[in-house]
């Protein structure tokens, strides 16, 4: 893999060549469907309802193809809830078989003893459960009732079937920072690694993002608790914010969006970065923006305008005079928006107190471009709310029709 749009190769640190961009992202996170039994009050893309215009297997397949000539190394695959999709295993047996690896995170619903099984006779597949509390209380609270013993029970299939290495994704709140030890005890009961990832105010995370995003210092814990533990934890490279309170984590420390990350959501639609589904950052549509003999993703990652100002050197603002933002990089782009700061701006985690002086002047507080609740809407950002799931239970555990559920919503 090279260095985007036929540019030499630039000389220095690795960090520096990706923030130019590459011809091809490493990876990419893919949305198949917005459909989800849960509705987890913190949910990026505000998941429930599958969008009747979801792409269709065939159209799925003609990106798969595209990936693998890009030499894509793997697609994480997620939603909404992937597995619902009746024609998942067909897509990730495709990929594979076209040398494109999968990665999907799900919440287990559909892991019975007979998919555990089928997982752990493929070398290509991972599989990520998302547990947001070590204990049903705590995760329940946040993903909806049962939603723990749903998930710790597909990892104990996927344990007893033999599939090694699954991970356990949890998204840091600061209802669960104090179980860090509890989270890593539980992979460890289940042969399993430990990821985990920062919250971010997107989606129906924005009308959480008051009450449930870790407190200053819970975030000096986590710190903390990352330098002594982090070397057999993944994180994703989410949590570089933190490297100002002393060494640099490890990782890239970079926001990578538009550079070697992206997203393609259930409709085609490209989009920077997984947590910031935004017109804003709306790069272009993989069925649309085929031309000049390039599929349409390839069109869209090397020349669309969006990505291409994200290659582009950034200002960072005040930040760049800050002792630690070789490290820091100024914070996280979707936090940034999400929460009315711009984009030069601090991070609103900013640990040095930067982010905190910002918000008190922050502007006004973009929402995303979609909401397929299923109740249809959803609350005001930055209002706080009472930390319940705003679901309306469906028909059987995961309604697999486009529409389930709407006319009584409508009506």
Same mark, same amino acid.
């Given at each position: 893999?090279?260095?985007?749009?036929?540019?030499?190769?630039?000389?220095?640190?690795?960090?520096?060549? =990706?923030?130019?961009?590459?011809?091809?992202?490493?990876?990419?996170?893919?949305?198949?469907?917005?459909?989800?039994?849960?509705?987890?009050?913190?949910?990026?893309?505000?998941?429930?309802?599958?969008?009747?215009? /979801?792409?269709?297997?065939?159209?799925? $397949?003609?990106?798969?193809?595209?990936?693998?000539?890009?030499?894509?190394?793997?697609?994480?695959?997620?939603?909404?809830?992937?597995?619902?999709?009746?024609? =998942?295993? /067909?897509?990730?047996?495709?990929?594979?078989?076209?040398?494109?690896?999968?990665?999907?995170?799900?919440?287990?619903?559909?892991?019975?003893? $007979?998919?555990?099984?089928?997982?752990?006779?493929?070398?290509?597949?991972?599989?990520?459960?998302?547990?947001?509390?070590?204990?049903?209380?705590?995760?329940?609270?946040?993903?909806?009732?049962?939603?723990?013993?749903?998930?710790?029970?597909?990892? /104990?299939?996927?344990?007893?079937?033999?599939? %090694?290495?699954? $991970?356990?994704?949890?998204?840091?709140?600061?209802?669960?920072?104090?179980?860090?030890?509890?989270?890593k005890a539980l992979a460890d009961k289940y042969a399993a690694t430990l990821r985990i990832t920062r919250l971010r105010p997107s989606g129906r995370g924005a009308d959480v993002w008051d009450d449930l995003h870790p407190?200053?210092?819970?975030?000096?814990?986590?710190?903390?608790?990352?330098?002594?533990?982090?070397?057999?934890?993944?994180?994703?490279?989410?949590?570089?914010?933190?490297?100002? =309170?002393?060494?640099?984590?490890?990782?890239?420390?970079?926001?990578?969006?538009?550079?070697?990350?992206?997203?393609?959501?259930?409709?085609?639609?490209?989009?920077?970065?997984?947590?910031?589904?935004?017109?804003?950052?709306?790069?272009?549509?993989i069925v649309r923006d085929a031309k000049d003999g390039m599929g349409g993703f390839q069109s869209v990652w090397q020349t669309s305008e969006l990505f291409q100002e994200l290659r582009s050197p950034q200002t960072s603002?005040?930040?760049?005079?800050?002792?630690?933002?070789?490290?820091?990089?100024?914070?996280?782009?979707?936090?940034? =928006?999400?929460?009315?700061?711009? @984009?030069?701006?601090p991070d609103p985690e900013c640990v040095i107190g930067n982010g905190e002086m910002a918000l008190a002047s922050a502007g006004e507080i973009p929402k995303s471009s979609v909401d397929h609740s299923r109740t249809g809407?959803? $609350?005001?950002?930055?209002?706080?709310?009472?930390?319940?799931?705003?679901? %309306?239970?469906?028909?059987?555990?995961?309604?697999?029709?486009?529409?389930?559920? @709407?006319?009584?919503?409508?009506?």
């Amino acid at each position: 893999m090279t260095s985007t749009l036929e540019r030499p190769a630039p000389v220095g640190k690795l960090v520096d060549q =990706f923030e130019l961009g590459l011809d091809a992202p490493i990876c990419l996170t893919w949305e198949l469907t917005y459909a989800c039994n849960l509705s987890c009050v913190h949910c990026l893309s505000s998941s429930g309802r599958r969008d009747p215009r /979801e792409l269709s297997t065939e159209q799925c $397949k003609s990106i798969i193809d595209e990936l693998q000539k890009m030499q894509v190394f793997y697609v994480n695959i997620g939603g909404g809830e992937p597995t619902v999709r009746s024609d =998942f295993w /067909e897509l990730v047996d495709y990929a594979t078989a076209h040398q494109v690896g999968v990665k999907f995170s799900t919440n287990g619903v559909k892991i019975d003893k $007979k998919v555990a099984a089928r997982l752990a006779a493929s070398d290509y597949v991972d599989v990520q459960i998302s547990i947001d509390g070590a204990t049903a209380e705590v995760n329940d609270a946040v993903r909806g009732p049962g939603s723990f013993d749903m998930a710790c029970r597909a990892l /104990e299939n996927l344990k007893e079937a033999g599939f %090694r290495d699954a $991970k356990i994704s949890v998204v840091v709140t600061r209802h669960n920072v104090s179980q860090l030890d509890d989270f890593k005890a539980l992979a460890d009961k289940y042969a399993a690694t430990l990821r985990i990832t920062r919250l971010r105010p997107s989606g129906r995370g924005a009308d959480v993002w008051d009450d449930l995003h870790p407190t200053a210092g819970q975030q000096r814990e986590l710190y903390n608790w990352l330098v002594a533990n982090g070397e057999g934890v993944l994180t994703g490279d989410s949590f570089f914010h933190l490297s100002a =309170f002393g060494d640099a984590l490890p990782g890239l420390n970079l926001c990578g969006a538009g550079r070697v990350v992206c997203l393609i959501d259930p409709i085609g639609d490209v989009y920077a970065c997984p947590f910031a589904i935004h017109e804003n950052f709306l790069a272009g549509n993989i069925v649309r923006d085929a031309k000049d003999g390039m599929g349409g993703f390839q069109s869209v990652w090397q020349t669309s305008e969006l990505f291409q100002e994200l290659r582009s050197p950034q200002t960072s603002g005040a930040c760049t005079k800050c002792a630690h933002f070789d490290s820091c990089r100024g914070g996280c782009m979707a936090a940034k =928006f999400f929460t009315g700061l711009p @984009m030069d701006g601090p991070d609103p985690e900013c640990v040095i107190g930067n982010g905190e002086m910002a918000l008190a002047s922050a502007g006004e507080i973009p929402k995303s471009s979609v909401d397929h609740s299923r109740t249809g809407q959803r $609350k005001t950002p930055r209002k706080s709310v009472p930390l319940t799931l705003m679901m %309306r239970p469906p028909a059987k555990i995961c309604d697999e029709n486009p529409l389930a559920g @709407m006319e009584q919503e409508q009506s």
